[in-house]
């Protein structure tokens, strides 16, 4: 169980990271706070733990 838990997290993390930078890409008020909250999901991927089986199953 512990495996499907890190690999939602770690998917969850790559689509924050994806959806912050996006947003920040398109411009308006807030690009600021969408680049903050990239490179914050970024900084949580650079730490994560990623074994050889999560990285496998997340392909």
Do not use: H, W, Y
Not at 2 to 23: C, H, V, Y
């Amino acid at each position: 169980m512990a495996g499907r838990n890190a690999e939602k997290e770690l998917l969850s993390l790559f689509e924050e990271a994806k959806k912050a930078a996006d947003l920040a890409a398109t411009g308006g008020s807030s690009v600021e706070a969408n680049e903050v909250r990239c490179l914050d999901a970024l900084r949580l991927l650079r730490d994560f733990p990623v074994s050889m089986s999560i990285l496998i199953s997340t392909q």
